[in-house]
């Protein structure tokens, strides 16, 4: 049964999070790991695995997990935004376990679940089109039963950290419907393409599949449910990822107005940065409230957990993004330069905010969840 920490619970946990990412994820750790070839510390990976647990947050005991409430994990993701980790958190524990956990598949579930929570196995969700579009429904990829089983061809594009994943879980078409398959991404048929990103912190790659053997999860033709926990769970997670980033943003501001000097008095008594400040509080404050919002409606299997998912994630998006761009005018000139951090936060911000669709998308896909 899920676990929801209490507020002083969750409030440590807030700070071990902290602590642990401003040890092992500083400016620095950033920047060395975003420029290596896969992208990520494998050795903060395990890490996180081995002294925070937080891969098996959303995972049930009997998998091998901690089964704790999603607010939980958001907490987690909002301090990971916070530090601008680079690790394949938002696939493998959020997208990928819901999904798998969606299918009520034990044997799977059993199978993958338990390597995923302790961080032995990276698992990627495939089901965005040529487009960009993420609709289970999408023909891009189709599956084909024959007497040796399963088999998957087509290509899927856009695949968070799809160069990193031992596991690939990819939506593809068959007679029944959108089905979830299960594909080694290093087994036969399939090929990788990693991709250049704006966010260099976050990768991601195009898979292509040529008669991949594959393995069916669930029932056959049940993919969009799957698919639709799943972007649920990973909009809401992001949009607590997307708090974290702003509200470090709004500090950095408030930070540098305070020392920043012309006409030889600090630039924060000045109004114009004065309101700036201020609006970027209304904003991160508002998107703390819609993310949280969505994670609660999560722990509580709301009907409306979807629509307060998309609104969470149109909503954070748009705040990060314009919180960003402020970040950069208040620290002027410094904050154009690479030396600074200000670019790695706005780089983050604008590609968060097309991952799992873009506000747009998700506006639309709140109107379609409230019937409209």
């Known amino acids: 049964m899920t676990t929801v ?8 946990f807030r700070s071990t999070a902290r602590s642990f990412f401003e040890r092992y994820s500083d400016e620095s750790a950033v920047r060395a790991t975003m420029e290596t070839k896969e992208g990520f510390d494998r050795a903060l990976w395990t890490r996180m695995a081995d002294e925070l647990g937080v891969q098996g947050l959303l995972v049930p005991d009997r998998f091998g997990g901690t089964d704790l409430g999603f607010v939980d994990l958001q907490i987690v993701t909002e301090e990971m935004g916070r530090a601008l980790v680079c690790a394949p958190f938002l696939s493998s524990a ?18 993958w679940l338990r390597g995923i929570a302790d961080g032995s196995i990276i698992a990627a969700l495939a089901f965005a089109d040529r487009q960009g579009r993420w609709d289970a429904t999408d023909t891009s990829v189709r599956a084909v039963h024959s007497d040796d089983g399963w088999s998957v061809s087509g290509e899927r594009r856009y695949v968070l950290d799809g160069a990193a994943a031992d596991l690939v879980l990819v939506a593809a078409a068959t007679p029944s419907g959108p089905s979830l398959f299960a594909v080694d991404p290093h087994g036969p048929g ?19 599949f040529e008669s991949t053997p594959a393995t069916l999860i669930g029932n056959a033709g049940g993919a969009d ?10 909009a809401a997670a992001l949009a607590a990822e997307q708090v974290g980033g702003a509200r470090r943003l709004l500090e950095m501001s408030v930070e540098y107005a305070k020392v920043r000097e012309q006409f ?45 998912a998309s609104l969470a994630k149109a909503y954070c ?6 919180v960003a761009a402020e970040n950069i005018q208040i620290h002027g000139g410094i904050g154009f330069t690479w030396e600074h951090p200000a670019h790695l936060y706005f780089r983050r911000a604008k590609a ?6 873009t506000p747009t998308y998700h506006r639309e896909r709140m109107l379609k969840e409230l019937g409209l």
């Open 5 to 12: 920490l209490d507020e002083a619970d969750q409030r440590e």
């Open 94 to 111: 959020v997208l990928s376990a819901t999904a798998l956990l969606a299918t009520d598949d034990d044997q799977r579930c059993g199978e």
């Open 190 to 208: 399939c090929a990788i393409t990693a991709l250049e990103t704006l966010d260099m912190t976050r990768r991601q790659a195009n898979l292509s």
């Open 225 to 234: 449910a799957y698919l639709v926990a799943a972007v649920n769970a990973g």
């Open 264 to 308: 030889g008095r600090p630039i924060g008594s000045f109004q114009a940065i004065k309101h700036k400040c201020a609006d970027m509080l209304v904003e991160v404050e508002s998107a703390t409230s819609a993310a949280y919002a969505a994670g609660a409606a999560i722990d509580e299997a709301s009907s409306e957990a979807g629509v307060l």
């Open 317 to 322: 998006s748009e705040a990060y993004c314009h």
């Open 352 to 357: 968060s905010e097309m991952v799992l669709g």
